[in-house]
């Protein structure tokens, strides 16, 4: 069982490029979710899709966009990268109820 | 809003001592409660949960107890290994499934 697969695990961007950041699950969840992750500030929601064809923001969307391509795959994009956006980004997946999430195991993105 | 505050760290313990992880919430109503673990170079993993008041979550020797009187969930293990090192999260959800997270506290155990 793969649970989470995030692809790339690495990548390094120069300012103004774009690229997204592809998540698969195979547990069929429902909600799936892209945080990203800085030092001393936790895990910050980006964006998030509680269903199949429904994408919301979450508190720092600003500069990306997301694609709920269909049950399995969530994807992120940065349309124009920026230093700022140097990161580590986890995509996640929960299903119904208090079950908590799984995360994957995360994408390290370098914008210089 | 919703919060989570989380004892700052890092934290450094020697193997076998006693480990406490501080975590208080702020938020309107009872939310399920959690733990997660971050080993390096991974992602996160759920460790443990607490659903109602007074439920004690417990995984791998590790225990928190919810409790509504002082609105803390805090991370307890009787004997730390050096297998423990890692980054610990409390965070909490209303059942949207939208969970807050803390910051995170770094645990260093040395042999």
């Known amino acids: 069982n793969a649970g989470v697969t995030q692809t790339p695990k690495f990548q390094v961007l120069k300012t103004g490029q774009s690229m997204t950041l592809q998540c698969a699950q195979d547990m069929n969840h429902n909600s799936m979710y892209w945080y990203r992750q800085d030092p001393g500030m936790g895990l910050r929601l980006i964006y998030y899709s509680a269903s199949e064809g429904t994408t919301d923001k979450g508190e720092v969307p600003n500069g990306y966009n997301v694609s709920r391509l269909n049950k399995r795959e969530f994807s992120l994009r940065l349309e124009s990268a920026a230093p700022s956006q140097t990161s580590v980004y986890f995509c996640?997946?929960?299903?119904?109820?208090?079950?908590?999430?799984?995360f994957g195991s995360g994408t390290r993105l370098t914008v210089v | 809003g919703d919060s989570v505050t989380q004892m700052e760290g890092p934290v450094t313990l020697s193997e076998e001592a006693f480990l406490t992880i501080n975590c208080t919430y702020t938020a309107t109503g009872y939310p399920s409660l959690f733990w997660y673990v971050q080993y390096p170079g991974e992602g996160l993993q759920l460790l443990l949960k607490?659903?109602?008041?007074?439920d004690k979550g417990s995984n791998k020797g590790f225990e928190a107890t919810y409790r509504k009187e002082t609105t803390s969930f805090h991370l307890e293990k009787g004997s730390v290994q050096v297998s423990d090192s890692a980054v610990y999260f409390c965070a909490l959800d209303f059942g949207n499934e939208k969970l807050t997270f803390g910051t995170g506290t770094r645990l260093t155990i040395i042999p």
């Open positions: 996640a997946s929960s299903g119904s109820g208090v079950g908590g999430y799984t």
């Open positions: 607490a659903t109602k008041a007074d």
